[in-house]
């Protein structure tokens, strides 16, 4: 059961806060005023907050498998893969998902340290705690550092506006929002889809799946819970709506992490986007969509580049990988339709399933007829 607890009454925010600073102000919230999440769904705020720690640990446990002697035979395993991938006239990202692929060449490292990442996701944290564990990861420079906590506020900020009743008008709040966001150039990514060529096409690609795919699965549920959260809370008709809701999300976040058969089987195989998991939210905003597709694939990237074998000097590529994501002209998908047809591509089941769940098997080649849970248009309606 989700503990709820309704939110004191608050006074309209002026137009002046709207229009500037509304993520600086929101993503403060942390260390004064406790935010409208944390005071009615602290679970939830909880599991948030892992999604950083995860991801903090991820990367640290795949720097020091490198840095293990032992690591050589599974290196070899990798580059083995990476090369049959580069081959395979199939391979790319959001292709058809498997769970078996749960089984990576670092697999004893990846069986060890899985139960304490697990652990993490239960575990109490702060916002204050969380923010300077990116930072102990030696290899990654300060504008890597800098970019993801930027985005990490402005999901705090999409989240606030949504459950806030303060503010009135949402589509001029989360407009503020991105505007805020996209001011500081050099920490942002742009607010249209980046190509999917810098996702799939770089030197290291598929190093993060393909060499611990557990990892990427579990750091890839808490970005499916994340964006699955802002899909319900902008479609929930009314409060006891979304408290429903809110309990059966977690629920369904839960389920991932179950392991069944000796494994995980029910882990996201694929990246969770904003088309596939969220289509309201899609619809409704499509440049806030856009930066949280972008800054997800920009933690893929780093991923890979952390865990190719024998990359010299790690924080320079780092550093050109986060030069290519927050550039704003150079390397953004043609259009719209390419992009959908790259995120669909693997199937809305591999992503982790639409937020209010309805796939228990993969949807790949359904026709319609099967679809007992068809997904929401991404029609907008007016």
């Known amino acids: 059961m989700i503990a709820t607890a309704r939110p004191a009454s608050r006074r309209p925010l002026s137009r002046l806060l709207l229009g500037l600073g509304v993520l600086a102000c929101l993503s403060t919230a ?34 020091l498998t490198n840095e293990s002697p ?18 395979a006239q199939t391979s790319h990202y959001h292709s058809a998902g498997n769970h078996l692929s749960l089984l990576g060449p670092h697999r004893a490292f990846e069986s060890r340290v899985t139960p304490g990442l697990l652990g993490v996701v239960y575990e109490e944290h702060t916002a204050e705690e969380v923010r300077p564990l990116l930072a102990q990861i030696g290899v990654l420079p300060p504008v890597a550092l800098q970019t993801l906590q930027r985005g990490r506020e402005f999901v705090e900020a999409l989240i606030e506006i949504h459950l806030n009743t303060a503010y009135t008008d949402k589509q001029a709040a989360v407009a503020a929002a991105v505007q805020d966001y996209l001011s500081d150039d050099a920490h942002s990514v742009p607010a249209r889809p980046k190509s999917d060529d810098l996702l799939s096409e770089h030197a290291y690609a ?6 611990f795919p557990q990892f990427a699965g579990l750091t ?23 408290d429903a809701d809110v309990e059966r999300l977690v629920a369904l976040y839960n389920e991932k992490l179950i392991r069944q058969h000796s494994g995980f089987v029910q882990l996201p195989a694929d990246i969770p986007t904003s088309p596939v998991i969220a289509p309201a939210f899609y619809a409704a905003y499509k440049d806030a969509a856009y930066i949280l597709d ?7 990237v780093i ?18 990988v986060v030069a290519a994501y927050t550039d704003k002209q150079a390397n953004l998908a043609p259009d719209e339709m390419k992009y959908m047809l790259f995120v669909l591509r693997g199937g809305i089941y591999n992503a982790g399933g639409p937020a ?4 228990t098997w993969p949807d790949r080649n359904w026709s319609r007829a099967q679809s007992e849970n068809p997904h929401i248009s991404i029609s907008r309606q007016n």
């Open 294 to 300: 972008n800054l997800e694939a920009l933690k893929v």
């Open 206 to 211: 598929y190093s993060y799946a393909a060499g």
């Open 30 to 63: 942390g260390a004064g005023e406790p935010t409208v999440l944390e005071q009615r769904y602290p679970e939830v705020q909880q599991l948030l907050l892992a999604h950083d720690v995860l991801q903090a640990r991820a990367y640290e446990e795949v720097v």
């Open 356 to 359: 209010r769940g309805g796939l």
């Open 70 to 87: 032992a690591a050589a035979v599974g290196q070899r395993m990798l580059l083995d893969k990476l090369t049959e991938l580069e081959e």
């Open 303 to 320: 991923g890979d580049v952390l865990a190719y074998p024998g990359i010299e000097n790690r924080t320079q590529e780092i550093e050109k």
């Open 220 to 242: 890839w549920a808490s970005q499916w819970l994340k964006i699955a959260l802002l899909e319900i809370v902008l479609t929930a008709p009314d409060d006891d709506a979304l």
